[in-house]
């Protein structure tokens, strides 16, 4: 189990930078820091306790391209978790740059 912490924050940030390729395949919109919770632990403790991974947020434009990002954005960037989400889809579109 992990803790969140600053320093997985950091590592993150660095893999987004290091890896800025990813915001050229199509579909992707965004990319930034994400914490996921462990999913061993109840979400109630997890939240409270901040158990879980550092990990980085891939955002698409629609839910159907998610599917086909996961196939050419690896699961790890440097070494961090990656996660592709749809776009929140409440009519604003985020940026393409993690401003």
Excluded: C, F
């Excluded at 320093?7 to 199509?26: D, F, S, T």
């Excluded at 403790?45 to 158990?51: F, Q, S, T, V």
């Excluded at 839910?63 to 960037?77: A, C, F, H, I, K």
């Amino acid at each position: 189990m992990a803790y969140r912490s600053q320093a997985g924050w950091n590592r993150a940030e660095a893999a987004i930078a290091a890896n800025a390729w990813v915001l050229n395949v199509p579909h992707v919109k965004r990319m930034m820091p994400k914490w996921i919770m462990d999913q061993n632990v109840p979400r109630d403790e997890a939240i409270l306790k901040g158990i879980g991974v550092t990990g980085i947020r891939v955002w698409v434009d629609e839910p159907e391209n998610v599917r086909e990002v996961e196939g050419q954005v690896p699961s790890q960037l440097s070494g961090v978790p990656v996660v592709v989400e749809a776009n929140p889809t409440d009519g604003r579109l985020l940026p393409a740059t993690g401003e």
